[in-house]
C-alpha cells in the first residue's frame, strides 16, 4: 500500500485498515464535523469534551479527551493536507499556522475510498522512531483505533 505518507514502515509506522458499511461522504463529515466526531473519538467510557476543526490546510485539530476518573487531555495539531472525501492528513508535530510543536508524538493519515457496500478505510499512524511505535502501540493502537471506528459506523448509522 502506498499512501500520501509514503510507504509504510513497519517499524515505525501502525496501519489499521477496515472495510465499513457506510458511504465515504458520511465517514468524512464524521471525522470533519465537531459535532459529530466528539460522539465516537475515543474509546467508551472516555469522551471528548471538546473539539475544534478548522478545516483547512494548516488549519487546528484540537480535541480534549476525558477518562472516566475525570482527567483531560487535550490534544493540538493542524492540518497538512485535506482532500475531501478522500484523504486528511494531521499532526502533532505542528501546532496550527504550522508552528513546531513542544513535543511532537505522530502524524496521521485517514485514508477514504468507496467501494460497492460501503468504504475503504485506512488509517496510519507515522512516528519518527521505533520507541514511538512501539508506545503508541503499547497504548492499545489497533483495539483503540479500530475501537472507534465501530462506534464511529454505528452513530453514522443511528443518525
Not at 494531521?90 to 513535543?103: E, H, I, Y
Not at 493502537?141 to 448509522?157: E, L
Amino acid at each position: 500500500m502506498t499512501s500520501p505518507l509514503g510507504m509504510p514502515d513497519p517499524k515505525l509506522d501502525l496501519v489499521l485498515e477496515r472495510e465499513i458499511d457506510v458511504p465515504v461522504e458520511l465517514v468524512w463529515k464524521a471525522w470533519t464535523t465537531p459535532d459529530h466526531l466528539k460522539n465516537w473519538f475515543v474509546p467508551k467510557p472516555w469522551t471528548v469534551t471538546e473539539c475544534e476543526i478548522d478545516l483547512r490546510v494548516g488549519g487546528t485539530f484540537r480535541t480534549v479527551m476525558r477518562s472516566p476518573e475525570g482527567d483531560e487531555f487535550p490534544n493540538l495539531g493542524c492540518y497538512l493536507e485535506i482532500v475531501p472525501n478522500q484523504r486528511l492528513i494531521f499532526t502533532d508535530a505542528l501546532l496550527p499556522g504550522f508552528r513546531p510543536a513542544p513535543k511532537p508524538f505522530f502524524t496521521a493519515g485517514l485514508l477514504l475510498e468507496p467501494t460497492a457496500t460501503g468504504t475503504r478505510y485506512t488509517a496510519i499512524a507515522v512516528h519518527a522512531d521505533e520507541a514511538g511505535r512501539e508506545t503508541h502501540e503499547q497504548m492499545g493502537f489497533h483495539d483503540g483505533w479500530g475501537t472507534v471506528v465501530d462506534q464511529m459506523v454505528a452513530y453514522i448509522k443511528a443518525n
